[in-house]
């Protein structure tokens, strides 16, 4: 579908003119140009360098930040933050009515669809024709739909070609391999199907070589708005020869769009080298396993909640059947899938109409195409489920765990058939939930001096969550680790928050700081909220060495406190599903 432009760095290396010529000036044109540039190079290259670390560029793409477009700007990542204002400056993204983003919340096919082909000039004029043409592409695509040009434009061009029903399905949510797939098509990157391979694998290695990927996503896993934007616009940077430079922005570096950089990026930007590029944007694949404990959203597809090795140690095995049983009968599960290592699916349960408890969920397949087992590997395999919604029959706080897991192979070779099970290992529990935190970082600097007197500010934490609609996450009780030399006093400790005046009263006992029944206006989360702690700090006469630094330490387990205590509105939970420590703010000497 495009051109592909010269990278930054070639265009630096062989002072080519910067950005992607305009698709109306001919090959011939743009060979005269490119001519006259590399005259000015032989003949001048003593002052090459000077002219260089000049303000000389001019990008194809608007990298101009436009964070304040959407009410929810606190809440993005820098790479985030990057990708939405290349999307909105290119007008292919905007926000919900109430001016929010919302980069954590999950996306479906066909919004997918209207954002990577929006995105595209190539895809302009196929676009235009179909938003004026009043015919099918798919049969659950209808002329009137919103979405109708997006997915029509791209099934013309052979971006797309829909499922094995000749349905495109735009309610379903996309995942990061079909997204892999329509991008690698829609930028033509000429990925072929690959025998004895997913797939799924030749799309995703492909956008990998090129860097791409995003890190630490499996294949099927559902994305979010601010990964697909990110996805989006990395393809966008890439194919008008600036990803280089997409990269440098994403880590922060400032340079605008007008043209202007300082010497220190343009050494930075063309000393990178496409290997690494590509290093820096690799995926670190993690598919989840072996399974470990989570906070379940209702409503939402799953982590794995349990997960088994299975050996072919005989011959090959084709899976003909899978066999789970949880430990209790739940309200909160609609669908459980069968899934592979590389995050794909492999089945789809359904409760054993023979078990009156409930409890057993099984999957029949045929022959023909099952899923193989390879001899003398390790074959580890996942549960994940399906939650029913808030008022769906979903519910708060409940318990799900795994009790058993097995399946029903068939010899490749003989075509023998037995039972496979797994080692007799304890499978996690996880805790629905309607709201979970899902980061907390310092809000402050990393280091500071030490701050002496009445009402100093300590330590500041930014919380950042998510909520299903109608649902409020509230912190209600805080436990802080507190380390210091004996002689730096500390009194009088209160929690508050960036944006109000109100203050609790917390409690200190040796070195911890406990503030409990934090009201919801402090404790409020909302998507993101910074909380403050606060005390009267006091030095001891001949003091040496002297810090502070606060600590929120315990994430907590499924049973035991941790250092945050929070409530959907409904369930009261005491862990965060974080790594220990879950943050440390300023150290202060």
């Given at each position: 579908m495009y051109q592909k432009c010269p990278s930054l760095h070639e265009r630096i290396l062989y002072f080519l003119p910067q950005g992607c010529f305009p698709r109306s000036v001919s090959h011939k044109k743009q060979a005269a140009i490119r001519s006259l540039f590399l005259y000015h190079f032989l003949t001048m290259r003593r002052?090459?360098?000077?002219?260089?670390?000049?303000?000389?560029?001019?990008?194809?793409?608007?990298?101009?930040?436009?964070?304040?477009?959407?009410?929810?700007?606190?809440?993005?990542?820098?790479?985030?933050?990057?990708?939405?204002?290349?999307?909105?400056?290119?007008?292919?993204?905007?926000?919900?009515?109430?001016?929010?983003?919302?980069?954590?919340?999950?996306?479906?096919?066909?919004?997918?669809?209207?954002?990577?082909?929006?995105?595209?000039?190539?895809?302009?004029?196929?676009?235009e024709f179909y938003q004026g043409y009043e015919s099918s592409?798919?049969?659950?695509?209808?002329?009137?739909?919103?979405?109708?040009?997006?997915?029509?434009?791209?099934?013309?061009?052979?971006?797309?070609?829909?499922?094995?029903?000749?349905?495109?399905?735009?309610?379903?949510?996309?995942?990061?391999?079909?997204?892999?797939?329509?991008?690698?098509?829609?930028?033509?990157?000429?990925v072929e199907p690959e025998a004895g391979k997913a797939w799924y694998l030749p799309y995703i290695e492909a956008a990998e070589e090129r860097g791409m990927a995003l890190d630490g996503i499996r294949p099927g896993e559902e994305l979010r708005r601010g990964q697909m934007v990110r996805l989006v616009a990395a393809f966008l940077a890439e194919a008008e020869g600036e990803l280089e430079l997409y990269r440098l922005m994403e880590r922060g570096e400032e340079i605008s769009s007008s043209g202007s950089s300082s010497s220190s990026s343009l050494s930075s930007l063309s000393s990178l080298s496409p290997s690494s590029v590509l290093s820096s944007a690799s995926s670190i694949f993690d598919p989840g396993f072996p399974a470990r404990s989570h906070l379940l959203m209702l409503g939402q597809r799953t982590e794995p909640i349990g997960s088994a090795s299975f050996f072919a140690s005989k011959e090959p095995m084709l899976i003909r059947g899978v066999t789970v049983v949880m430990e209790d009968?739940?309200?909160?599960?609609?669908?459980?899938?069968?899934?592979?290592?590389?995050?794909?699916?492999?089945?789809?349960?359904?409760?054993?109409?023979?078990?009156?408890?409930?409890?057993?969920?099984?999957?029949?397949?045929?022959?023909?195409?099952?899923?193989?087992?390879?001899?003398?590997?390790?074959?580890?395999?996942?549960?994940?489920?399906?939650?029913?919604?808030?008022?769906?029959g979903g519910v708060s706080e409940e318990l799900i765990q795994v009790d058993s897991f097995r399946l029903t192979v068939e010899g490749e070779w003989t075509h023998s058939t037995y039972g496979n099970i797994p080692a007799d290992i304890p499978f996690p529990q996880n805790q629905t939930t309607q709201a979970r935190i899902l980061s907390v970082t310092n809000a402050l600097a990393a280091e500071d001096a030490l701050p002496v007197g009445t009402d100093q500010l300590v330590a500041g934490f930014t919380f950042k969550g998510e909520e299903l609609n109608q649902v409020d996450l509230r912190i209600t009780e805080l436990t802080f680790g507190i380390s210091r030399p004996t002689g730096v006093q500390a009194t009088g400790w209160e929690l508050g928050a960036s944006d109000t005046n109100t203050k609790s009263p917390c409690s200190i006992s040796t070195n911890t700081v406990s503030c409990s029944s934090i009201p919801s206006e402090l404790g409020t989360v909302n998507g993101m909220r910074t909380l403050r702690l606060f005390a009267d700090i006091a030095l001891t006469s001949g003091t040496q060495n002297a810090f502070l630094q606060i600590s929120l330490n315990e994430p907590g387990t499924i049973g035991s406190n941790g250092a945050i205590r929070w409530t959907d509105g409904t369930g009261i939970y005491t862990w965060v599903e974080l790594p220990q420590p879950v943050a440390r703010s300023t150290r202060f000497e």
């Open positions: 002052f090459l360098l000077p002219i260089l670390l000049l303000p000389v560029f001019a990008f194809a793409l608007d990298y101009d930040d436009r964070s304040d477009s959407y009410t929810d700007s606190t809440a993005f990542s820098s790479e985030e933050s990057v990708a939405i204002g290349v999307l909105t400056n290119e007008g292919a993204v905007q926000g919900y009515p109430d001016g929010a983003f919302r980069p954590s919340r999950l996306l479906n096919r066909a919004e997918f669809m209207k954002i990577a082909v929006g995105s595209s000039a190539e895809l302009t004029e196929t676009l592409c798919f049969p659950d695509v209808r002329f009137s739909s919103w979405f109708h040009p997006y997915v029509c434009a791209a099934e013309t061009e052979n971006i797309i070609d829909g499922y094995p029903d000749g349905y495109f399905h735009p309610e379903r949510n996309v995942n990061y391999a079909e997204a892999m797939k329509i991008l690698t098509n829609m930028y033509g990157y000429g009968e739940y309200e909160s599960i609609d669908t459980m899938y069968l899934m592979d290592s590389h995050g794909v699916q492999i089945g789809r349960l359904s409760l054993d109409p023979l078990d009156q408890t409930d409890l057993t969920w099984k999957a029949s397949f045929a022959t023909e195409g099952a899923y193989r087992l390879e001899k003398d590997t390790e074959n580890v395999l996942g549960i994940e489920v399906l939650l029913k919604g808030r008022n769906e």
